[in-house]
């Protein structure tokens, strides 16, 4: 999977629309960490995860939406993780900057224009390498 194609497409839809942004759904297990779903988390990043999630959070044109089906009180424990981090999540498994229109209700689906997840064919042993180069180009 190429994931440079998929932020392509959303920054130029972007520019086409008129949008001043893009939403970018990131996944935390199996996606940002290696997974531990049966042990205390260790936060093992994989490489290059860190240093690309900072610079989509540095990027005025991308709000990052982090994407978990992680309990409340564990997900603000991953938030002050990220924030201590570098990387700021505008929204919580939400985008409460979109609206309904005559042709899309997204009272029941939350709208983004790129999706980070593993469940989304993303791989991050080999993904968030290609994905930090492409960042650092639009920088």
């Known amino acids: 999977m190429d994931i440079t194609k998929s932020f392509d497409a959303a920054f130029n839809r972007m520019v086409d629309r008129g949008w001043e942004k ?3 759904l990131v996944d935390i297990h199996d996606t940002v960490f290696e997974a531990c779903y ?7 990043w994989f490489p290059y995860a860190k240093e690309a999630l900072q ?3 540095q990027n005025p044109k991308i709000s990052l939406i982090l994407w978990s ?6 997900l603000k424990e991953y938030l002050s993780f990220f924030v201590e981090n570098g990387i700021d999540f505008d929204m919580v498994n ?3 900057e979109t609206v309904n229109t005559t ?3 997204f009272s029941e689906k939350t709208y983004f224009n790129v999706g980070i997840d593993d469940k989304f064919g993303f791989d991050g042993k080999e993904d968030w390498k290609t994905l930090y180069e492409y960042m650092k ?3």
């Not at 089906?69 to 564990?74: I, V």
């Open 55 to 57: 610079l989509m959070s």
């Open 103 to 105: 042709l899309s209700d």
């Open 38 to 44: 049966y042990k205390k988390e260790e936060h093992k």
């Open 22 to 24: 893009i939403y970018v």
């Open 94 to 96: 939400i985008n409460t």
């Open 137 to 139: 180009k639009l920088k």
């Open 69 to 74: 089906s992680t309990y409340r009180k564990e």
